[in-house]
């Protein structure tokens, strides 16, 4: 992390730090250069096109709902998961932090926010004594997850975090444990655990509806288009890691623990850069691992960011298949299962699953409930990816823990 | 191969051998143990059931049509091969061998093959005075397959030998220094490089139809009904193997490299045989792997005798994807093209493979023309098999030479 501003206002503001100063310089063809990719998020930039802000601003709609603070205002924030706020039972849009004055006032006035819950990131430390605010959710680039985790749990707020949690499993702990001192809750949005055909179809697999599992495949692929890491954080190894594995493959990761409901024992892994192209000066191409859990299946994953667009989800057992494909989209799932009888299934709307997620924290904070995808599952998920590329660079099968860590 | 008679007649016949043995036992309750599953051939068992014999005798249709022997006469010799004779224009059944004499006088009567071109095991070497017989055909259990192509060049025949071409590099090696001293044709039965579909598949990639390829899929799997060793050759370590992916995978591994048109630089690999199940005592029921091409590529093979049936290859690059499935049927082929112009493909009817490979054949045999599919390249997809095991046992990423020995 070191020679970077780990600061969002860094990254975008009117101050200091190499993408800001690349920024101003005009390097950047602003809006147009918004990754249109599956799950993108801005890296700071104006706001993106075609963003639909409420027309009249939401209210709570209970005295305990818990308000959050949204922390950084990308595309994802703004149209995936803002917008189904108002799907919520129980939280609501309190207040909000951006390095982009203009940014700040348009959302704040869509969304209701009081301006002096308008917060910049030099001013994020004093939300500690804004009691509107219970809880932040932290929709920032990767690498700057943990800081921003530490900073609120500091201010004595609850955490909930895009995912991937963070860059290392050294940052999960950090988070971890910050959040413990606190006496604070720190969620991780992995929002398929809310959405009803992956809720269905962990439901099935460990019903056994295609027997004992021997094959698993995911697949999470789009081509990205130019772009280079001066850009686009999503190509930046500072702040995206490895590349596409801890972005869209992450949901094929979660797949295929939540699927098997199995720890793999085993990982052997490879990777892929082309040379010569800018979008993969520091990231990788394409990240392909096999995995081996202690039932004897095997999962095969893929996720490219240089390759034809794919979200699947392929379960192979004994008695038969369940074939998800798109498998983890934000809407418009498909899933069927294969065998004596053959069936489609619709178990449900998956838009519910951004309203349920924010529910299911809500409920973790006012009621001290537990958390279904806890930092410990985002410090279990990180320690896989550390070893996919351990496995990828030695060249050698990586023998794991029950908890994920590699042994030896 | 020590300890077992190498004989199909020891293993089926009336003498000697454990299998014979078993048997005459009464343990194999005959024609219901005959496995069902895609590619299947007998263990020397009586007459498959449903096997339909051609009502006429078919005849040669040039006077210098190749004359086969087809040594074996199994499930898949009688159900698939046999019967497109038919439809070739320079190839016919000029012998057959068995051990069973029953079936030799009924296969022997439908395909019109004169009583003393009905040759049993013991009298194999006789065929070097028949002057009828051009070429053997062999479709043994591919233990068997090295020894019998070594006596056929002796008694100066040529060889088409189904796959996998044998069970060691090392009997790959002797089979083609036979043939070489024989100054015979040596050509491997592998019936895609005749079958429009996947001949179209080849010209398509090479014409980079999806842009530069960066994934490869390629799944062969079905669920083995209960057997044992002793009942069915396709799950004896001596006589198959590994297991599934000498058998179906070998069409997944022939299409990674005839799709990709280039050899893995790498190989990681898995492999399961659950405890404590008859089917699995000798062999693999699955076996995984990912290879790494030298363009960058990466392709993951599965391969699965305990998992619902699937056989496709997948195919994704730059700009766009072809789904081939089923890939590689002995009919109804299906292939998609995804990408700008998505679109349907049908080459052709799927069921020509077989006739075109037996013309491909003779005229190799009658011009002295090259042969697509030879022993050499048998030889490298048994080097690639080894490699597989290895890479698996090792749990290490196995680096490969051009030609697929192991570097190390």
């Not at 100063?21 to 799950?39: E, H």
């Not at 030099?122 to 680039?141: G, H, K, M, T």
């Not at 995912?163 to 929002?191: Q, T, V």
Request: glycine share 12%; aromatic share 8%.
């Amino acid at each position: 992390m070191s020679g970077i501003n780990m600061t969002r206002r860094g990254l975008i503001g009117a101050g200091g730090g190499a993408v800001a100063a690349t920024l101003a310089a005009g390097m950047v063809p602003a809006a147009a250069r918004i990754q249109a990719g599956t799950g993108a998020r801005v890296a700071g930039q104006p706001m993106p096109d075609g963003v639909k802000l409420p027309a009249t601003p939401p209210r709570p709609k209970r005295q305990d709902s818990v308000g959050f603070a949204i922390v950084g205002l990308g595309g994802y924030a703004l149209n995936q998961m803002m917008p189904r706020f108002v799907d919520a039972e129980r939280a609501h849009v309190a207040a909000i932090v951006s390095g982009n004055p203009d940014k700040l006032a348009k959302v704040g006035d869509a969304y209701g926010v009081p301006g002096d819950a308008r917060y910049s990131y030099d001013r994020f430390d004093e939300i500690a004594s804004d009691d509107r605010i219970d809880a932040i959710y932290i929709v920032l680039p990767t690498g700057l997850h943990a800081d921003w985790a530490v900073r609120a749990f500091g201010a004595g707020k609850h955490v909930l975090c895009e995912k991937p949690m963070a860059l290392s499993s050294a940052d999960c702990e950090r988070m971890i444990a910050a959040g413990r001192r606190a006496n604070r809750k720190l969620m991780i949005a992995y929002r398929s655990h809310f959405e009803p055909f992956n809720v269905e179809a962990m439901k099935l697999m460990s019903q056994k509806a295609v027997g004992d599992i021997r094959l698993l495949r995911t697949e999470q692929s789009y081509r990205m288009g130019p772009t280079t890491p001066r850009e686009n954080w999503r190509v930046s190894r500072a702040l995206a890691g490895g590349g596409p594995l801890e972005d869209y493959g992450i949901y094929g990761l979660q797949s295929a623990l939540y699927l098997t409901g199995e720890m793999p024992e085993s990982i052997s892994a490879t990777t892929f850069r082309p040379t010569g192209d800018p979008r993969f000066a520091e990231i990788f191409a394409h990240v392909g691992s096999q995995w081996r859990f202690p039932s004897g299946a095997v999962a095969h994953l893929a996720t490219s960011y240089d390759s034809a667009g794919t979200n699947f989800a392929h379960v192979r057992g004994t008695r038969g298949a369940l074939i998800m494909d798109p498998a983890t989209s934000y809407s418009g799932q498909k899933m069927r299962l294969e065998g004596r009888e053959p069936r489609e299934l619709n178990p449900g709307d998956p838009g519910v699953q951004f309203a349920r997620q924010l529910d299911h924290f809500a409920d973790a904070v006012r009621d001290n409930k537990p958390i279904r995808t806890p930092g410990e599952m985002g410090l279990r998920d990180t320690r896989l990816i550390e070893a996919i590329y351990a496995a990828a660079e030695r060249g050698q099968t990586v023998r794991l823990a029950p908890d994920g860590r590699m042994r030896g």
